[in-house]
């Protein structure tokens, strides 16, 4: 019995420091998850049996985890030194090369384990080695893509991104053009927002050690005009999807996707109110929706309307269609920990207007 409570509490510990990367970031950061609103957008679409829908859902949230677990493990088995000369954390930073070497063919495995599932869809497994390919070669020598300014950029977004939100899209066998297509932008210029934040963040660590990210290539300035120029894009992306969306679903007496209306109304309703915040303040104010803590509508349009409250509304629909998809919605309900009253207050109170600098 002591044996194998030993054995239970070292493979816990285990998981924890490897695949629960800081402090189970996977689950966080982690494309699948943040664009989640797919899964159940082509579900409404396709008019998928809840019960088929949940195996394939769920094996491929494990088969993403386990893909994204890889790539930052990849990531933190490549940058070791450098991390320790920044002072950042890294996973790997007692582990010998040759264990922290299994770790991340370990994750990989996992990745394999669960893929095998959707091997057989058309176009997967192509995009698969792809994705593995770009993942794996993003950080490791001699190629590290990281470091080839713009290609190292876009590369990383096509990986994180792109690449997943097209495995979705195999892995369910739905490929209309317009979905496909405008989706698929959109997503890019998410990743892309999110990259271009983190390269600005790590702009001085970065080009002291002379790391050849974009944003050291390119100057601190023009990344920044950049990294606007793209959550302005990601903004009007959406709008168009969502325009998209609509139109796609026909009309209310074929289809209740069509009650999507209301939630493009919404959508417009912030879109709005971020715009007029810009032009109130005279372009004086933070749009930047990746500062912790921050709590506005910035925030509110980039993270929680699309990462919830857009796969919420579809869930719903799904729900009242077929009560098996109520299984994916309490998932996500605690997920996103919506049964947390004060959590809730703080995102409806960040659309409250902020009051005018002087």
Same mark, same amino acid.
């Given at each position: 019995?002591?044996?194998?409570?030993?054995?239970?509490? @070292?493979?816990?510990?285990?998981?924890?420091?490897?695949?629960?990367?800081?402090?189970?970031?996977?689950?966080?950061?982690?494309?699948?998850?943040?664009?989640?609103?797919?899964?159940?957008?082509?579900?409404?679409?396709?008019?998928?049996?809840?019960?088929?829908?949940?195996?394939?859902?769920?094996?491929?949230?494990?088969?993403?985890?386990?893909?994204?677990?890889?790539?930052?493990?990849?990531?933190?088995?490549?940058?070791?030194?450098?991390?320790?000369?920044?002072?950042?954390?890294?996973?790997?930073?007692?582990?010998?090369?040759?264990?922290?070497?299994?770790?991340?063919?370990?994750?990989?495995?996992?990745?394999?384990?669960?893929?095998?599932?959707?091997?057989?869809?058309?176009?997967?497994? @192509?995009?698969?080695?792809?994705?593995?390919?770009?993942?794996?070669?993003?950080?490791?020598?001699?190629?590290?893509?990281?470091?080839?300014?713009?290609?190292?950029?876009?590369?990383?977004?096509?990986?994180?991104?792109?690449?997943?939100?097209?495995?979705?899209?195999?892995?369910?066998?739905?490929?209309?053009?317009?979905?496909?297509?405008?989706?698929?932008?959109?997503?890019?210029?998410?990743?892309?927002?999110?990259?271009?934040?983190?390269?600005?963040?790590?702009?001085?660590?970065?080009?002291?050690?002379?790391?050849?990210?974009?944003?050291?290539?390119? @100057?601190?300035?023009?990344?920044?005009?950049?990294?606007?120029?793209?959550?302005?894009?990601?903004?009007?992306?959406?709008?168009?999807?969502?325009?998209?969306?609509?139109?796609?679903? @026909?009309?209310?007496?074929?289809?209740?996707?069509?009650?999507?209306?209301?939630?493009?109304?919404?959508?417009?309703?912030?879109?709005?109110?971020?715009?007029? !915040?810009?032009?109130?303040?005279?372009?004086?104010?933070?749009?930047?929706?990746?500062?912790?803590?921050?709590?506005?509508?910035?925030?509110?349009?980039?993270?929680?309307?699309?990462?919830?409250?857009?796969?919420?509304?579809?869930?719903?629909?799904?729900?009242?269609?077929?009560?098996?998809?109520?299984?994916?919605?309490?998932?996500?309900?605690?997920?996103?920990?919506?049964?947390?009253?004060?959590?809730? !207050?703080?995102?409806?109170?960040?659309?409250?207007?902020?009051?005018?600098?002087?």
């Amino acid at each position: 019995m002591l044996k194998r409570n030993r054995l239970i509490s @070292g493979f816990i510990q285990f998981a924890n420091r490897y695949f629960g990367w800081r402090g189970w970031a996977v689950l966080t950061y982690n494309s699948v998850i943040e664009n989640v609103f797919l899964f159940f957008y082509i579900a409404l679409q396709k008019k998928l049996s809840g019960k088929w829908f949940l195996f394939y859902f769920f094996t491929f949230f494990l088969f993403s985890a386990a893909s994204t677990t890889y790539g930052y493990l990849v990531n933190d088995f490549a940058d070791k030194e450098l991390d320790l000369f920044h002072g950042k954390d890294n996973t790997f930073v007692s582990d010998s090369k040759t264990k922290a070497a299994f770790v991340v063919l370990l994750s990989l495995f996992l990745s394999i384990v669960f893929g095998m599932f959707f091997v057989r869809e058309n176009f997967f497994l @192509g995009l698969w080695i792809c994705w593995a390919l770009v993942a794996t070669f993003y950080s490791l020598k001699p190629i590290r893509l990281k470091e080839k300014g713009k290609i190292g950029l876009f590369c990383v977004v096509i990986a994180q991104r792109v690449l997943p939100t097209l495995l979705i899209f195999a892995a369910f066998q739905y490929f209309r053009p317009p979905d496909v297509i405008l989706f698929t932008i959109y997503i890019f210029f998410r990743g892309l927002s999110s990259d271009l934040n983190h390269q600005l963040e790590d702009y001085e660590k970065d080009a002291d050690t002379g790391t050849g990210t974009y944003t050291v290539q390119a @100057g601190f300035q023009k990344a920044r005009k950049f990294f606007r120029f793209s959550l302005e894009a990601e903004k009007a992306l959406l709008f168009i999807c969502l325009i998209n969306m609509c139109v796609q679903t @026909g009309s209310l007496k074929s289809n209740p996707a069509s009650f999507l209306f209301p939630l493009f109304a919404v959508y417009v309703v912030l879109y709005g109110l971020s715009w007029w !915040q810009i032009v109130r303040h005279k372009g004086n104010v933070d749009v930047n929706p990746y500062v912790r803590g921050s709590r506005n509508v910035f925030h509110f349009i980039h993270h929680t309307f699309p990462s919830v409250l857009l796969p919420l509304y579809l869930l719903v629909l799904l729900a009242l269609r077929d009560w098996t998809f109520a299984v994916p919605l309490l998932f996500l309900a605690v997920y996103r920990k919506l049964y947390s009253i004060e959590l809730i !207050q703080k995102s409806l109170s960040s659309l409250r207007i902020q009051p005018k600098t002087p």
